[in-house]
């Protein structure tokens, strides 16, 4: 029997289902999280079959304690994982410090974390990359943006999700966000890229071949969402197409991924951009060594008839997966937030897409800045229901 621990179970709230898939196939599944046993779901529960709670995640000695105690009584560690970007850099340590060898090492972290480092492993895989700038003082970002133009954008070269990235159109706005930006941390300035985000989501075995593939498009910016307090809107596609796929595969190999699920993004142009490519074309973002986030893998499920938690615990457990994918399905997300004015109220949307709709749920406030407050998820046949569906929900015109 494997010994598998996972980190932060509890969250996001859907993530007690690879626990349970876990089990299912015979894992011995040994839970570390900071939230009270008590608190726990009653499924997370049932998935477990030990919990040690801690105090903070945060707080490395106390985290090692745990995984020292569960090595002595179960015996050697087989996998550890949290499947979460905030806890990649906790997971590898662990699994260095206690050589758990089935995932990254510390050492690993710089190509998968650093957005700059990851460029070079794009540009091996043929992946053409945004040009860049580690951010230093006004004049050598002047000189940079003298290079690429405006606008630029600036995010922490190690950071999570959208937070703290903001589009400069302006010698002010350098200025400020120079006065402004927090100490310390290493920021990158990239060119602007006038496109939409295409993802390649997949499981992949012990060989570095895909078990499973699927994708998402996001066609407004995350950092738009973010920093306008916007409505939240993306969508699986129902077939995959063919150069993301190619371009997914291509960054895997690059990357040497190995056992693990991973959300990998891509731009794709949606202009002829000098440097960069024709419209249309497909350039490279950031990896992601994780399921893409919060109900994402719901919808993957939804989207073809399928389920991602059990072919990941199956890639752990038997390094195949005999899991059926059924029919396709567009599955759109629509996350409105709260005090804003909508075309169908949601009785009337409840109404008009009650069989569509999978997933009607307030969102977690931790994920609320780029998902929105209340979120809708809804699976369509065509593209052109899909459509109606976001105007209905998100006025999209």
């Known amino acids: 029997m494997k010994n598998v621990i996972f980190l932060s179970p509890n969250f996001p709230t859907n993530y007690w289902q690879f626990c349970r898939e876990l089990k299912n196939n015979g894992m011995n599944v040994l839970g570390i999280g900071d939230c009270p046993y008590d608190d726990l779901a009653p499924q997370l529960k049932d998935s477990l079959n030990e919990y040690y709670k801690v105090t903070t995640l945060e707080n490395y000695d106390e985290v090692y304690r745990a995984v020292a105690f569960f090595t002595f009584k179960y015996g050697r560690i087989d996998w550890l994982e949290s499947n979460n970007e905030y806890w990649l850099e906790r997971d590898a340590q662990l699994r260095t410090d206690f050589h758990i060898t089935s995932g990254f090492q510390i050492e690993d972290i710089p190509r998968i974390k650093y957005k700059s480092k990851m460029k070079e492993y794009y540009q091996k895989a043929g992946i053409p990359t945004a040009r860049y700038h580690l951010v230093d003082d006004e004049k050598g970002c002047m000189a940079f943006i003298k290079e690429v133009g405006w606008p630029v954008v600036v ?57 499973f593939e699927a994708g998402n498009i996001t066609p407004m910016s995350i950092m738009d969402i973010v920093n306008d307090n916007d409505n939240s809107i993306y969508y699986i596609v129902k077939d995959l197409p063919a150069d993301t796929r190619r371009a997914g595969r291509a960054t895997v190999r690059s990357f040497g991924v190995k056992s693990r699920f991973v959300h990998f993004e891509f731009f794709r142009l949606t202009q002829d951009q000098p440097g960069m490519g024709k419209k249309g074309d497909v350039v490279a973002l950031e990896v992601n060594m994780r399921p893409c986030g919060g109900f994402t893998p719901d919808m993957i499920n939804f989207a073809r008839s399928t389920n991602v938690y059990k072919i990941w615990a199956d890639m752990i457990a038997f390094d195949q997966s005999t899991v059926p994918v059924g029919e396709h399905f567009y599955c759109a997300f629509a996350g409105r937030r709260d005090g804003k004015d909508f075309v169908l109220d949601h009785a009337a949307l409840m109404e008009k897409y009650g069989p569509n709709m999978k997933m009607v749920d307030r969102i977690p406030d931790a994920l609320a800045d780029a998902m929105g407050n209340q979120m809708y998820v809804a699976a369509f046949s065509t593209k052109k229901e899909l459509n109606q569906f976001y105007k209905d929900a998100l006025n999209v015109k």
């Open 155 to 211: 995010k922490p070269d190690n950071g999570v999700g959208a937070s703290d990235t903001h589009k400069l159109s302006s010698e002010e706005d350098l200025r400020h966000f120079l006065e402004t930006k927090m100490p310390g941390v290493t920021y990158i300035m990239e060119e602007f890229i006038f496109a939409e985000v295409n993802s390649y989501d997949a499981i992949i075995d012990s060989k570095g071949e895909p078990m």
